[in-house]
């Protein structure tokens, strides 16, 4: 066991309800105003198991914070067609602030036309193009859901990136990629990004002030590749298979966090440090949504 006394552990969950609370806050002040409650849809297509889960967390953090919902599910022979004229009516309803589409879709389906389809004002994941390309523009729209929650951790710890050696590892479009140009723009840091490509992955993370992982690969990261008082952000979330647990899996970060916590000033674990945040992102998008386009 680590011993975390002199360590700060990045507590996501409680940065989560806190932002919930605030939001709850917002919402009840609308309801006193007359004015219209937010209004979340969310796409589900198919029974995976894993995408229920998400759906159930974000459905459940729409009721916690009085968030109007609606949850359309369709059977994973839902024609390509069929759901882009789903997406078309939602775009056109006028009372849906904001909604998303879970992923994965069957591998039939073109996500790449999924996205684009969504009107990018009612994007709240903030996955279309014209949303990814906005984080370099004056006035971004909405920000990507889980970079955002990764950018809003560190500002509530007070941990300032301008002038910072920040280096990402992974380089998703969904997280690394995003992440990387908020932490630039935003964040006015001095940001590496590494990918599988990158040759020898330690003499990045060595350098690293803040270093956030998000690949996919639990114990990718050891005590050796990093330097003392580095803050570690661990976005990678992998089930791993274990006995002890009544869901037969544990989950996994990208971090060996028994050697890596020990050197830093702070540290996100897994579970409890950036997932509860991907979810109050969402909220948040859809809050700003909402309430642009009701000005
Ligand atoms: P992804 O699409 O599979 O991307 C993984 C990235 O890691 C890619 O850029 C890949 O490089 C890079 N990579 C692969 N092997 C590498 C290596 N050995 N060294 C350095 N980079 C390597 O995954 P993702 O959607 O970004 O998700 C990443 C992790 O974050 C997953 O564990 C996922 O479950 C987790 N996640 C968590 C949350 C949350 O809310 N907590 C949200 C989203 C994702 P290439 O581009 O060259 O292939």
Redesign the pocket.
């Known amino acids: 066991m680590v011993d975390t006394s002199k360590i700060t552990l990045i507590d996501g969950r409680k940065v989560a309800s806190d932002i919930k609370k605030e939001i709850a806050d917002r919402v009840s002040e609308l309801k006193k105003q007359g004015k219209k409650l937010p209004h979340l849809a969310i796409i589900l297509v198919g029974d995976d198991g894993a995408s229920t889960t998400y759906v159930d967390g974000k459905v459940k953090a729409c009721k916690e914070v009085g968030f109007h919902y609606s949850l359309l599910r369709f059977a994973d022979t839902i024609s390509e067609e069929r759901l882009l004229k789903h997406i078309d009516q939602i775009n056109n309803d006028e009372d849906i602030d904001g909604f998303i589409v879970q992923l994965p879709l069957p591998s039939r389906i073109s996500v790449e036309k999924v996205t684009e389809r969504i009107n990018p004002e009612k994007d709240v994941d903030g996955f279309t193009n014209e949303n990814f390309g906005s984080i370099t523009s004056a006035d971004p729209h909405i920000f990507p859901?889980?970079p955002f929650?990764v950018m809003e951790l560190l500002r509530r710890y007070n941990v300032d990136t301008t002038g910072k050696h920040c280096v990402v590892?992974?380089?998703?479009?969904?997280?690394?990629?995003p992440l990387s140009m908020m932490l630039a723009e935003q964040g006015r840091a001095t940001v590496t990004i590494?990918?599988?490509?990158?040759e020898n992955?330690a003499s990045h993370t060595k350098k690293a002030d803040i270093l956030i992982?998000?690949?996919?690969?639990p114990g990718?990261i050891t005590g050796d590749m990093v330097k003392e008082g580095v803050v570690v952000i661990d976005?990678?979330?992998?089930r791993v298979e274990d006995g002890s647990k009544p869901r037969g899996f544990s989950l996994k970060?990208?971090v060996d966090f028994d050697t890596v916590a020990p050197k830093c000033a702070m540290i996100t674990p897994?579970?409890g440090?950036?997932?509860?945040?991907?979810?109050v992102s969402l909220l948040m998008n859809t809050l700003k949504a909402s309430e642009q386009r009701t000005v």
């Not at 992982?213 to 690969?217: D, L, M, N």
């Not at 440090?273 to 979810?279: C, D, K, L, N, Q």
């Open positions: 859901a889980t929650g590892v992974g380089a998703s479009r969904l997280v690394g990629a590494c990918h599988k490509y990158t992955l992982v998000a690949v996919g690969k990718l976005v990678g979330t992998t970060g990208d897994v579970p440090g950036v997932g509860p945040m991907t979810i």
